[in-house]
T-cell receptor, first 112, second 120 residues
Framework: AQSVAQPEDQVNVAEGNPLTVKCTYS??????LFWYVQYPNRGLQFLLK??????LVKGSYGFEAEFNKSQTSFHLKKPSALVSDSALYFC??????????FGKGTRLHILP | DVKVTQSSRYLVKRTGEKVFLECVQD?????MFWYRQDPGLGLRLIYF???????EKGDIPEGYSVSREKKERFSLILESASTNQTSMYLC???????????????????FGNGTRLTVT
């Protein structure tokens, strides 16, 4: 069965520093991987996805993610954090059918 | 832009009441989903639907039912609300067809802003 793990409940980063939010997955076939962001009192918004092709995926708001098949990881990254990036981030995986499995979320705090 | 609208942002109900959560999407998406979001547990799928009058159980369907009489509307029903159903409920829709890979810039899931339900 497919699964996804976000090992950190919370990540704190100083504004202007690079940030990484970690995600690992487990599937038996080819994974389709996603990152979503949730701002306070809002639903989730799509950031980026990996379906196939280039291992480095670029998404919205300057975020990117690197697919690493050998480490079964899909970490979210940004070269320079903004205070406005503070939010709850969800990694998700889909295998085969439409059912998407979400991680438990990582709260990102960007410190001014 | 896809819009998914959940009829209530906040709802307070009493134990034992029948509760309806409504969700409407305006992009003719085939697939609609209901999730609940709880701290430390992430999003858990309650029910989903691939088409009108079709429904499939998700991971935590107990205590819930759904209705999809029209393509744009997907309702979540709590037949007899209980305090452990206090949660944030998120509706989503998507254009993904079973077995096919979605390409392009379209977001796989479009979410509403959520309904925070409190059962007292």
């Amino acid at each position: 069965a497919q699964s996804v793990a976000q090992p950190e409940d919370q990540v704190n980063v100083a504004e202007g520093n690079p940030l990484t939010v970690k995600c690992t997955y487990s599937v038996s076939g080819n994974p389709y991987l996603f990152w979503y962001v949730q701002y306070p009192n809002r639903g989730l918004q799509f950031l980026l996805k990996y379906i196939t092709g280039d291992n480095l995926v670029k998404g919205s708001y300057g975020f990117e993610a690197e697919f690493n098949k050998s480490q079964t990881s899909f970490h979210l990254k940004k070269p320079s954090a903004l205070v406005s990036d503070s939010a709850l981030y969800f990694c998700a995986v889909r295998e085969g059918d439409d059912k998407i499995i979400f991680g438990k979320g990582t709260r990102l705090h960007i410190l001014p | 832009d896809v819009k998914v609208t959940q009829s209530s942002r906040y709802l307070v109900k009493r134990t034992g009441e029948k509760v309806f959560l409504e969700c409407v999407q305006d992009m003719d998406h085939e697939n609609m989903f209901w999730y609940r979001q709880d701290p430390g547990l992430g999003l858990r799928l309650i029910y989903f639907s691939y088409d009108v009058k079709m429904k499939e159980k998700g991971d935590i369907p107990e205590g819930y039912s759904v209705s999809r009489e029209k393509k744009e509307r997907f309702s979540l029903i709590l037949e007899s609300a209980s305090t452990n159903q206090t949660s944030m409920y998120l509706c989503a829709s998507s254009l993904i067809v079973v077995g096919q890979v979605l390409h392009g810039d379209n977001s796989p899931l479009h979410f509403g802003n959520g309904t925070r339900l409190t059962v007292t």
